[in-house]
RNA sequence: CGGGAAGUGGCUCAGUCUGGUAGAGCACCUGGUUCGGGACCAGGGGGUCGCAGGUUCAAAUCCUGUCUUCCCGACCA
């Protein structure tokens, strides 16, 4: 087990760093096929938390699991055009089977709706049906031509809602609920900060009528999309005549939605709150919380102090949370540098001295904070900080964004801004794609979203000086 | 998919130009001494030099192809 990981500082070379910290905390390998990634025992257990809570919201609102298989047949992928053409270039498919060419090839999906729309067209015959509300949790592919360790990989993990619905009106509302489950996660959870928009017409899903997005700051001020819901329309209910009867007894189309996340929110989880220490976690999704590390001492017998330091953690009643460190051959400075890499929110120390004066020294993984504690009511005290440390990385994160968003009404300030120091640049935006294309070639940045809060204010596209009703958050993007 | 760089024990790299049969530091194993911010001593194990061809008496080294990674572009959760 290295216990020796150089990390590149991120003011050298960002990209490196966020590499480097993966490497560090044992998160990713890369997998022998270009593009994959394994990901690793710590980092399938960043996973497992974003399951376990998100899966949990899912259910509070309504929804039920299910599994689709990973092989969809070409013929189902090309009933929705847009759906094709925005997926088509990007897909994987098998055309041989039993060592012999398949009579039809078997797309490996990229997303599920064509198969899902499939099979909600035999589930899905009267209005009483509705709403029909399925999640999955599955792997997809996309033959990404640039890929980043969990940012873009060529195989990841996902959840994928679909949903279907009576009226436009209700898929709507459940797009704008799911998308709400998505902020509160990632506020609450994840400790980022994001803001809730609609996509713009060129960022929108291939066959979507519109979309929502949650867009998070890294701390290089770029834009990360951390999840997105869609109004499919009728799109898909088309596609695969997917009707209902209402309660006059009338066929109906009916009304879609689907949202997702993916292992992409632990790339998000890593630029927005590590340093050139190593991972920083949140509370609530590491699933180690409390590292214990023993310090022997001099004169005393060396299992002594492990001991104490196994009896402190029962006495935190944090159960699988709280890992003592016990390897005899690591100094202790070692475990300390071990326990940052990987993220672990916070660290115990127990020497002699503290067994003298009944207390513990307890060091916080993102302020960097030591201080004493007494060894009475620690149980008390580490739960408290816990739940400090997970407030206090959210309004970090918060601070930060709020320093790196500007707003911007000439192309010059733009521009400007854009370059240096860049990050969220807010500013009216026509809505028209042609100027949209323009804004990208010519300053990298794109249309993140527009905020669902964003109040009504007049004023003109500092591009091509159209009117705008709103403002829109410009960013260089992930 | 284009342009650039790189693949040598787990990691960082030397050796490649000038072919002669693989080395260092760290990590790892054993024993001992240590331990309050990356311990020390002694002994030890581990590499078909990314892969496949070719040239040669001889290839980590030269040639061809290929795979993977990183950076820059065009495409995307």
Known sequence: MSTETKITPRAQDYNQWYLDVIAAAQLADYAPVKGCMVIRPDGYAIWENIQRVLDGMFKDTGHQNAYFPLLIPESFFKKEAQHVEGFAPECAVVTHGGGEKLEEPLYLRPT????????????????????????QWANVVRWEMRTRLFLRTTEFLWQEGHTAHASDAEAEEECRRMLEVYRVFAEEHMAIPVIPGRKSEKEKFAG???TYSIE?????GRALQAGTSHHLGQNFAKAFDVTFQDEKGQRQLVWATSWGVSTRLIGA????????????LPPRLASRQVAIVPIPGKQADPERMTGEARRLADELGLGRAVVVDDRPNLSPGAKYHYWEQHGVPLRL???????????????????????????????????????AMQREMFEKARAFRESRTYSVDTEEQFRKTIEEPGGFLRAHYCGDTECEVRIQNETKATVRCIPLDAPAEKGRCPFCGKESGRRAIFAKAY
């Open 349 to 387: 120390e127990l020497g002699p001295r503290d067994l003298e004066k009944q207390q513990v020294v307890l060091v916080r993984r993102d302020t960097g904070e030591k201080r004493s504690l007494p060894r009475g009511g620690l149980r008390e005290a580490v739960r408290q900080e816990l739940e």
């Open 208 to 210: 979507a009528l519109r």
């Open 216 to 220: 998070a700051m890294m701390q290089d």
């Open 112 to 135: 599920s709706e064509t198969i899902i729309w499939s099979m909600f067209r035999s589930w899905i015959s009267s209005h009483r049906d509705l709403p029909l509300l399925i999640n």
């Open 269 to 280: 989880l890593i630029m927005a709150h590590s340093d050139d220490k190593g991972l920083v």
